[in-house]
Each structure stands twice: as structure tokens, then as C-alpha cells.
T-cell receptor, first 116, second 116 residues
Framework: RKEVEQDPGPFNVPEGATVAFNCTYS??????FFWYRQDCRKEPKLLMS???SGNEDGRFTAQLNRASQYISLLIRDSKLSDSATYLC?????????????????FGKGTKLSVKP | DVKVTQSSRYLVKRTGEKVFLECVQD?????MFWYRQDPGLGLRLIYF???????EKGDIPEGYSVSREKKERFSLILESASTNQTSMYLC???????????????FGPGTRLTVL
């Protein structure tokens, strides 16, 4: 199993649709989870952190399922401006990185295209 | 607001040249990272540093070296550039997390390097 996996998409949805992305991770000891948004030819930008209890920010909801080792991102009422690639990130195994806890493992991203 | 800057947005070099990519962050972050991003391969960690003069290899360190002489600055060096190092290079920084988690990484705008 790869450390972090996402469906690459693309997800093509009409405006106003609800769309959900999942991201599975292999390290059961992971403590930190994030969703990033990356526009074409730009850097990834933090969309939201994912908390154990789940969290919501406007039209965006993030959830964590520790038992099944996945995180999810739900986007309601999709806008054209939501078109982007969404990357999940999970903290890596410290033993793989010189004992450092500071690393994130990124998924390859899921591309979302919202159409009029 | 966290600000991570990179010295160049676009760079064209010739095979065999020595290339320096500079990254500066203004938020007093302990951790700094260099990634490359290629279509279909996602973000891959080259090197990271969790303190001044400290460095750790990431997943693909071959052909690269790094330097961190000051806390705010992290340099990536291609000793002898090759065509397979043509890529988007992204720098990131984060705070040192407390406990077993990992803090959010903030990215610079990226340097698109072409090696001819």
C-alpha cells in the first residue's frame, strides 16, 4: 500500500454539485492531516487542517476516519472557482526521515473541474 | 501571513551548469523543505532541514545538495545540472511541532527550471 493515495480524477461536475474526495494513508500512527489546493502552475496552498472530530469551513467539510485510515473532503454547492487540484497530506514516519516529525507525505492530487 | 519566497520563478540552464535555488521564509520557522513536482509523480521530497546547519535526505536526494547557514534561508544546489532535473521546484517551511504531530507547511511560489 502506498503511503498516501488519492483518486487522480478528473472529477468533472456541474456548478452547484456536491463532490467528495477521499485520501487513504498507510501509517496508522499519523497524527496530522491536511487538505491543500493547487491551481494550475501555482504552489499548493493550505485549504484546511483535518481534526479528529471533523471540521467545516463554509462549503468545505473535512473528516478523518482513523479506523479505516482515510480522510475526506466534501465540497458543497461547487463554484467554477473551485476548479483546481486537491492534495491531501499526512505526516510521515519519523524513522524514515532521520527521526524528524516534521515531514508531510502528499498524495498526487485529485483534479476537480467545475463546469457551468 | 507566512511568506516564503524563492529567488526565481523561471530559470533556464545548460547541462553541466551549477544551479543555485534560494528560498527565504520570514516566519522564524525551524523546518524547511525542498520538493520537486512533476506531472504524474506528485510532490517528491528532495531534502529538508529542521535547524540551522542541519539537513536530512528526503526521498530523492541524488544529484542535489543543500545549505542552511541561516534560519530563514535554505538553498538547493544542483552541482551539475542534467536534463532529467527539469522540473518545478517548491520550497516550504513549517514550525517545529510539539508532540508527535506535524505543523502545516507553507509553500513558496516555485521555480520552474529547464535544463537544456
Amino acid at each position: 500500500r502506498k503511503e498516501v493515495e488519492q483518486d487522480p480524477g478528473p472529477f468533472n461536475v456541474p456548478e452547484g454539485a456536491t463532490v467528495a474526495f477521499n485520501c487513504t494513508y498507510s501509517n496508522s500512527a499519523s497524527q496530522s492531516f491536511f487538505w491543500y489546493r493547487q491551481d494550475c502552475r501555482k504552489e499548493p496552498k493550505l485549504l484546511m487542517s483535518v481534526y479528529s472530530s471533523g471540521n467545516e469551513d463554509g462549503r468545505f467539510t473535512a473528516q478523518l476516519n482513523r479506523a479505516s485510515q482515510y480522510i475526506s473532503l466534501l465540497i458543497r454547492d461547487s463554484k467554477l472557482s473551485d476548479s483546481a487540484t486537491y492534495l491531501c497530506a499526512v505526516n510521515g514516519r519519523a524513522e524514515n526521515y532521520g527521526g524528524s516529525q516534521g515531514n508531510l507525505i502528499f498524495g498526487k492530487g485529485t483534479k476537480l473541474s467545475v463546469k457551468p | 501571513d507566512v511568506k516564503v519566497t524563492q529567488s526565481s520563478r523561471y530559470l533556464v540552464k545548460r547541462t553541466g551548469e551549477k544551479v543555485f535555488l534560494e528560498c527565504v521564509q520570514d516566519m522564524d520557522h525551524e523546518n524547511m523543505f525542498w520538493y520537486r513536482q512533476d506531472p504524474g509523480l506528485g510532490l517528491r521530497l528532495i531534502y529538508f532541514s529542521y535547524d540551522v546547519k542541519m539537513k536530512e535526505k528526503g526521498d530523492i536526494p541524488e544529484g542535489y545538495s543543500v545549505s542552511r547557514e541561516k534560519k530563514e534561508r535554505f538553498s538547493l544546489i544542483l552541482e551539475s545540472a542534467s536534463t532529467n532535473q527539469t522540473s518545478m521546484y517548491l520550497c516550504a517551511s513549517s514550525l517545529r511541532a510539539v508532540g508527535s504531530g506535524t505543523d502545516t507547511q507553507y509553500f513558496g511560489p516555485g521555480t520552474r527550471l529547464t535544463v537544456l
